[in-house]
């Protein structure tokens, strides 16, 4: 992985974690880490399956790889959701009627 690739992870997840609520997280306490930890054990154990199986490789290099790959999805998942919140999805919206 070249330095550049590296420096985008950090920067990715550096600002998604900027944008997070302290109070939020620690009302939600029990759910984060449930949103967190839930898609990253399906993602190894499905890709572990799938590259035992499929590629024939062994149980532990299965784990590996899917571990890797799950630690990544956030890269690629935060952006998406950025651009969601630009267009005002997942935005509260006031309406003042007077």
């Known amino acids: 992985m070249c330095l550049c690739r590296k420096i985008a992870l950090v920067i990715i997840l550096t600002r998604a974690g900027l944008d ?9 306490r029990i759910t984060v880490p449930k949103l967190g930890l839930i898609p990253w054990i399906v993602e190894t154990l499905i890709i572990a399956i799938l590259t035992k199986y499929l590629l ?10 899917g571990s890797v790959i ?28 007077s």
């Open 56 to 65: 024939g490789l062994p149980w532990i290099w299965g784990f590996l790889l």
């Open 70 to 97: 799950a630690a990544v999805s956030p890269a690629v998942v935060v952006p998406c959701l950025f651009r969601l919140r630009a267009k005002g999805y997942g935005v509260a919206k006031v309406r003042i009627s």
């Open 20 to 28: 997070l609520d302290p109070d939020a997280l620690k009302r939600l």
